[in-house]
């Protein structure tokens, strides 16, 4: 170009050369001895096979991305726009990865890796040495984790298949592990020192229905004990005939025939009335019987009376000892010293380790032992003290046993089921449910140690097990509204927090979970409350 042309023409020439194909990379080079031809000063340079991003460099190829290619075709910057970066060949990283920074670089690295999986591990085993311990958990018989139900098959509709048809409710509802039954012989006869124990009343059954209700009680878990007391509506239980050689010998012979049936154990009622050895005898021999299932057996012993020390103290007597030791709990006392004595001698038995268990019951089938005001406060000692609840037929409902022509009523089942349903209400069998639901999965309640705790003139128990949930069982056996812990406990009693949740209550409008202040706590006049409160290391 002239380079004196105009500078309008000097642009139009530019624009010319622009809309010029980049062909040059494929046209033929100059001839030889033909000399290069210089690019225009107005003309980019066509990138050579070093800079060009379809070039090689260092082995590697590049394409060229969708988006570069449609972006120089629609006039961007396309290929001729900033550099991109191609990485580094394998011989590259090669000899970059060998130079002493980064030699240096991964030695601290691997340094520092271990050095905080090792502290980390060191932390770990300090924290678990430091922890507190565990308490192991003690070797419990399944009498003592479980509730007894006792009954005579006629509450269940008169006969054993009516027994069997309402184990599910027994299991499912009030979450009872075995099922103390009986009895099941026929009435005595006018000649005969004792009842036939070793036969079954037929009006209940054949053997094959007592076969049938061991099989179904198994497959839902429940064990059968089987009441054999001869005289278990009146006392004396057993009269002369507890020295009688013949009664005691068949006794002897109708506990060998139901322990060949795969019961789970025997129940004796007034056991105070036989001799110790005879008791051990009895012990040794269901004890000894090999169960065909191989379930653990157990000689249960009933008594008459509240105070029995010299049972409790017996190392061969019954196992699990059934009696009224909650009346003199439920008496109103003049002073708290007072209230705390029968409470203190029954606490202070339990934490001695002694190898014969307490089974708390408010009565018998045919008697009940407390007052009816003091029916709700009843099942909240029977759940709530450390030893194995005994529920007699109809505890669970507040059901009038009084027998009629020398017949126990019978369970009313359809009002039952009307319960389940719905149409129908009882506070007795929800806070029987509920406190059996609470104490199956609360280890302080099924495990935990009792100690008494100081109030005014109310019964309180403190239950603890391990670094658990501690509750705390108050039951006010007066007519009068009281505080319990509006004074300051005494010294030597287990500490309490200054509040707590409020658990259970036998008072509906009391129910239903809430903190309360204990110095400020009120339990109404024949009340009872269950509270809870978490563990506290200090």
């Known amino acids: 170009m002239d380079p004196e042309?105009?500078?309008?023409?000097?642009?139009?020439?530019?624009?010319?050369?622009?809309?010029?194909?980049?062909?040059?990379?494929?046209?033929?080079?100059?001839?030889?001895?033909?000399p290069a031809q210089a690019p225009s000063p107005h003309r980019d340079p066509i990138p050579g096979p070093e800079s060009r991003p379809g070039g090689e460099k260092n082995g590697l190829v590049m394409k060229i991305p969708p988006e570069e290619e449609e972006e120089a075709a629609l006039g961007g910057p396309g290929l001729s726009g900033s550099p991109k970066f191609t990485g580094l060949g394998?011989?590259?990283?090669?000899?970059?990865?060998?130079?002493?920074?980064?030699v240096r670089a991964r030695l601290v690295l691997l340094v520092l890796f271990w050095g905080g999986w090792i502290g980390m591990l060191g932390a770990a085993a300090a924290i678990v040495a430091q922890a507190p311990r565990c308490q192991p958990l003690p070797d419990?018989?399944?009498?003592?984790?479980?509730?007894l139900y006792r009954a005579p098959p006629k509450a269940f509709g008169g006969n054993l298949k009516g027994v069997e048809n309402r184990l599910g409710y027994l299991k499912e509802k009030l979450q009872v592990g075995g099922l103390l039954l009986g009895p099941v012989y026929p009435q005595k006869s006018a000649e005969a020192k004792i009842p036939p124990l070793k036969e079954l009343d037929s009006a209940l059954g054949?053997?094959?229905?007592?076969?049938?209700?061991?099989?179904?009680?198994?497959?839902?878990?429940?064990?059968?004990?089987?009441?054999?007391?001869?005289?278990?509506?009146?006392?004396?239980?057993?009269?002369?005939?507890?020295?009688?050689?013949?009664?005691?010998?068949?006794?002897?012979?109708?506990?060998?025939?139901?322990?060949?049936?795969?019961?789970?154990?025997?129940?004796?009622?007034?056991?105070?009335?036989?001799?110790?050895?005879?008791?051990?005898?009895?012990?040794?021999?269901?004890?000894?019987?090999?169960?065909?299932?191989?379930?653990?057996?157990?000689l249960v012993g009933g008594t008459r009376l509240q105070e029995p020390w010299n049972l409790l103290h017996n190392p061969r007597g019954p196992r699990l000892?059934?009696?009224?030791?909650?009346?003199?709990?439920?008496?109103?006392?003049?002073?708290?010293?007072?209230?705390?004595?029968?409470?203190?001698?029954?606490l202070g038995f339990l934490s001695s380790n002694s190898s014969v268990?307490?089974?708390?019951?408010?009565?018998?089938?045919?008697?009940?032992?407390?007052?009816?005001?003091?029916?709700?406060?009843?099942?909240l000692l029977l759940w709530g003290l450390p030893g194995t609840p005994v529920l007699s037929y109809g505890d669970e409902l507040g059901l009038e046993r009084t027998p009629k022509n020398g017949e126990l009523p019978p369970m009313p089942w359809d009002w039952i089921e009307g319960v389940e349903k719905g149409g129908n209400s009882s506070q007795e069998l929800d806070l029987c449910k509920a406190l059996a639901s609470l104490?199956?999965?609360e280890r302080s309640l099924l495990l935990g140690e009792a100690r008494a705790v100081s109030t005014r003139s109310a019964v309180a128990v403190l239950r603890s097990w391990d670094q658990n949930e501690r509750f705390l069982l108050v039951l006010n056996p007066h007519k009068e509204e009281l505080k319990p812990f509006a004074s300051k406990p005494k010294p030597e009693g287990p500490s309490l927090?200054?509040?707590?949740?409020?658990?259970?209550?036998?008072?509906?409008?009391?129910?239903?979970?809430?903190?309360?202040?204990?110095?400020?706590?009120?339990?109404?006049?024949?009340?009872?409350?269950?509270?809870?409160?978490?563990?506290?290391?200090?």
């Not at 004796?268 to 004890?287: C, F, H, K, M, Y």
């Open 5 to 34: 042309s105009p500078p309008r023409e000097l642009e139009l020439s530019a624009l010319e050369a622009e809309k010029e194909p980049m062909a040059a990379a494929a046209e033929p080079g100059p001839e030889p001895g033909t």
């Open 90 to 102: 394998k011989e590259e990283l090669l000899r970059e990865a060998g130079t002493p920074l980064w």
């Open 140 to 147: 419990k018989n399944w009498w003592d984790l479980g509730a």
């Open 206 to 298: 054949s053997m094959q229905d007592f076969k049938a209700l061991l099989a179904a009680a198994k497959d839902k878990g429940l064990k059968v004990i089987l009441d054999l007391t001869p005289n278990p509506s009146g006392g004396p239980v057993w009269g002369e005939a507890a020295k009688d050689p013949e009664v005691q010998q068949e006794v002897k012979n109708a506990l060998k025939h139901w322990l060949s049936q795969d019961i789970a154990g025997i129940f004796l009622d007034g056991i105070e009335e036989l001799q110790p050895s005879l008791v051990a005898e009895w012990r040794n021999l269901t004890e000894q019987q090999q169960s065909p299932s191989g379930v653990d057996r157990v």
């Open 321 to 346: 000892l059934l009696g009224p030791f909650l009346q003199r709990l439920l008496e109103p006392q003049p002073d708290q010293e007072s209230s705390q004595g029968a409470l203190g001698s029954l």
């Open 357 to 379: 268990g307490l089974g708390w019951s408010v009565g018998s089938p045919w008697q009940l032992w407390v007052s009816p005001e003091l029916r709700l406060q009843q099942l």
């Open 439 to 441: 104490r199956a999965r």
């Open 497 to 538: 927090p200054p509040k707590a949740s409020l658990r259970l209550s036998t008072d509906p409008a009391g129910s239903g979970e809430q903190e309360v202040q204990l110095e400020e706590l009120r339990v109404g006049g024949h009340q009872g409350v269950l509270l809870s409160f978490p563990y506290s290391p200090v």
